[in-house]
């Protein structure tokens, strides 16, 4: 697994998911799609998000 960091460049909402690779996703804020993750790094093992 992996962690990806995205940011909105539309409304500069920050989240992070857990993915099996690094995979494009939509804003849940302004609905922006298909963004790219700035930043990817391999699970910490017992690693869980906040939200
Ligand atoms: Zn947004």
Do not use: Q
């Amino acid at each position: 697994m992996r962690e990806n960091f995205y940011r909105c460049p539309d409304c500069h909402e920050e989240w992070a998911e857990p993915w099996e690779c690094e995979v494009d996703e939509d804003c849940a804020h302004c609905g922006t799609r298909r963004i790219t993750p700035y930043k990817s790094l391999p699970m910490r093992e017992g690693f869980t998000f906040d939200t």
